[in-house]
Each structure stands twice: as C-alpha cells, then as structure tokens.
C-alpha cells in the first residue's frame, strides 16, 4: 500500500489543522493505521492508531482529548483532527500502516509509512 499524507501547515496556538492520508490499493480496510510525529532532534512518536473497524483507537498520554483519529474505509483515507493546538505539537507528522488488526504503537509495528506533512504551531 502506498500512503500520501496532507493537511498540515501553520497555524497560531489554539487552532486546528486535519490530516489526512490517501492510501492505494484495494484491500485499505485490512490494515490498521496510526499516526505518528517527529519533531527535529527527536524521536519518531507515536500519535494515534486505530483498528480495521474504526471503532477501537488509542493515542498518545500528550494527546489528552486534544486529538481524533478516524477512517473511511469507502474511501481509503485516515484522519487525524487536531484541535487545541501548541507549539510544543510542532513536527513532521507521518501515517503508517500495517496489514494485520489491532492497535499498534510502535515504530517497528508498521510496514508502510508516507512521507510526512509539516505542522507548525505557532504562539
């Protein structure tokens, strides 16, 4: 499969921003899908992952309400609203998927990764 994320940008502190990630390929409700970020200097970090069904997701302790995953299986795309935003949310946003169920949140979970999209807070 082959993911294309979208959606970010700059935005003041406060406000919002959606992502979103495009994936090919026909068999996209088989895969559980996460959301991931990295902020210069750091980490790969975990955000959000959610199941084939869309029903069970988890995120990240820093989340704290602020975000929602989503999917739409018809049309082979994962969300990730982000409301309430900080500068400390500053990063290179990443989707990734792996073809099994369940929720994952490691780096090395998943298969397939996009290429990243920009989300710049500012204050």
């Known amino acids: 499969v082959q993911l294309q994320a979208s959606g970010g940008g700059l935005v003041q502190a406060g406000g919002s921003l959606r992502l979103s990630c495009a994936a090919s390929?026909?068999?996209?409700?088989?895969?559980?899908l996460g959301w991931f970020r990295q902020a210069p200097g750091k980490e790969r970090e975990f955000v959000a992952a959610?199941?084939?069904?869309?029903?069970?997701?988890r995120y990240g302790d820093f989340v704290k309400g602020r975000f929602t995953i989503s999917r739409d299986n018809a049309k082979n795309v994962v969300y990730l609203q982000m409301n309430s935003l900080k500068p400390e949310d500053t990063a290179v946003y990443y989707c990734?998927?792996?073809?099994?169920?369940?929720?994952?949140?490691?780096?090395?979970?998943?298969?397939?990764w996009g290429q990243g999209t920009q989300v710049t807070v500012s204050s």
């Open positions: 959610i199941t084939w069904s869309g029903v069970i997701k």
């Open positions: 390929g026909r068999t996209f409700s088989s895969y559980a």
């Open positions: 990734a998927a792996r073809p099994h169920d369940g929720l994952f949140m490691r780096v090395r979970d998943y298969d397939y």
